[in-house]
C-alpha cells in the first residue's frame, strides 16, 4: 500500500476529471462487508506538493495526487468514506487571499464525508468561517462547541450517520479548548464543553440509540500531552467507550499506522493521525463477517 502503487493507475494531473466515482450504494454485494475509512488533518491550506528541494517534505503532497489516491481507493472500494480532523485553513498564501473558499471547494471535489473544526479554521473569524461554508459540500461536525449564541448555530451539527451497504456508521467531532489559543474576538460566544464527557455522551447515543455499526470521532485535541489535565486522543480512547476509531489532529502527530488503546472497558480503541499538510492520507479498513464480527487496520499513506 504505497504511493507508487496508486499514482501507477492514474496521472495526477488528471486527478479532478471524472471525480464522481461510484456512488456508495453500489458496494459489492459479499458475505463480508469492507469499509474504508480515508481521513487527512492540518492540511493548512497546503494545495500544491512540496518542492524538489524541501527539506522535510521533498515533492510531497499535494491535493491533485491525494485526488488521484482517493478516487483509485474509492474505486477499489465504493464503500470509502473521507474526513478531515481540522485546520483546514491558515499556512499559505492561499487561504491569506481566497480565505478559505480555494479549500472547500477542493474538498468538495474530492467528495469529503465530515470535517471537524480546528481552532486555525477561527482565524478569520466566526464571519469568515460562516462566509465559506456555502463552498463545502460536505458536513462540518462538533459535538462540544456550542454555537448557540454565534453564527454558526444550525450550520455545524454534533454528529452525522453515514449508511454504507447496510452498515451504520456514526461521527462526531470534538475541538480543542479556545481560550488561551484564539483571539477572543474571533469566537465570540462560542463554548466550549468538556470533550470526554460530551464524547462519552454522544458515543453511547450513536450505539445504543442510533445502532451504529462503527462509531468514529473526528478530534482536534491533540494526540498526546504530558499534563494528566489536559485532554487528549489517548485519555480520550482510555476514558471512554464505544469509539471504534479517533481521527486526530492540531499537534501534527505522524503515526505509520494506528495507535492502539484499550478503553474503559478494555476495549480496543483506534488513535491514528497523519501528520500535517497533506504529505499523508490515513487510511482504515473495517471487515464485517457473517455474524457482524468486527475487524480492522490502518496505514498511513505518503501523498
Keep these: 500500500m504505497d504511493r507508487r502503487k496508486f499514482l501507477s493507475r492514474t496521472a495526477a494531473s488528471t486527478a479532478f476529471v471524472g471525480m464522481g466515482g461510484l456512488a456508495l450504494n453500489s458496494c459489492k454485494n459479499s458475505s463480508k462487508k469492507h ?19 524541501h527539506s522535510l517534505y521533498p515533492n510531497l503532497g499535494g491535493i491533485a495526487r491525494r485526488a488521484t489516491l482517493v478516487a483509485n481507493i ?13 485546520d483546514i485553513f491558515q499556512g499559505t498564501p492561499y487561504f491569506n487571499f481566497y480565505g478559505g473558499e480555494l479549500e472547500f471547494k477542493l474538498m468538495s471535489m474530492l467528495r469529503y464525508d465530515a ?5 486555525h479554521d477561527f482565524d478569520n473569524g466566526l464571519d469568515g468561517l460562516a462566509s465559506q461554508l456555502p463552498f463545502a459540500r460536505f458536513n462540518f461536525l462538533s459535538a462540544n462547541y456550542d454555537f448557540s449564541n454565534t453564527l454558526l448555530d444550525g450550520l455545524v451539527d454534533p454528529y452525522k450517520i453515514y449508511t454504507l451497504e447496510g452498515i451504520k456508521v456514526g461521527v462526531f467531532g470534538l475541538g480543542i479548548e479556545l481560550k488561551g489559543l484564539v483571539t477572543k474576538k474571533l469566537y465570540k460566544e462560542t463554548v466550549y464543553l468538556n470533550p470526554i464527557e460530551v464524547a462519552q455522551d454522544i458515543s453511547l447515543k450513536l450505539k445504543e440509540t442510533e445502532k451504529c455499526d462503527i462509531i468514529i470521532c473526528l478530534s482536534h485535541l491533540g494526540y498526546q500531552y504530558k499534563n494528566p489535565q489536559k485532554p487528549d486522543d489517548l485519555k ?4 471512554t ?7 486526530g489532529g492540531h499537534t501534527h502527530t505522524f503515526l505509520d499506522r494506528p495507535t492502539i488503546v484499550l478503553n474503559r472497558k478494555e476495549q480496543q480503541t483506534l488513535v491514528n ?3 500535517c499538510f497533506g504529505v499523508n492520507l490515513g487510511r482504515v479498513d473495517f471487515y464485517f463477517d457473517n455474524a457482524q464480527t468486527k475487524s480492522s ?6 501523498v
Aim: hydrophobic share 40%.
Design 74 to 86: 474509492r474505486k477499489e472500494n465504493p464503500c470509502t468514506l473521507l474526513f478531515d480532523a481540522g
Design 115 to 119: 470535517a471537524t473544526i480546528g481552532n
Design 273 to 275: 493521525q497523519v501528520g
Design 297 to 302: 487496520e490502518g496505514v498511513s499513506i505518503k
Design 35 to 53: 469499509i474504508t475509512i480515508l481521513h487527512t488533518n492540518d492540511v493548512h491550506s497546503h494545495i500544491d506538493p512540496f518542492p524538489l528541494n
Design 241 to 247: 467507550e464505544n469509539i471504534d476509531l479517533i481521527i
Design 236 to 239: 480520550l480512547a482510555a476514558q
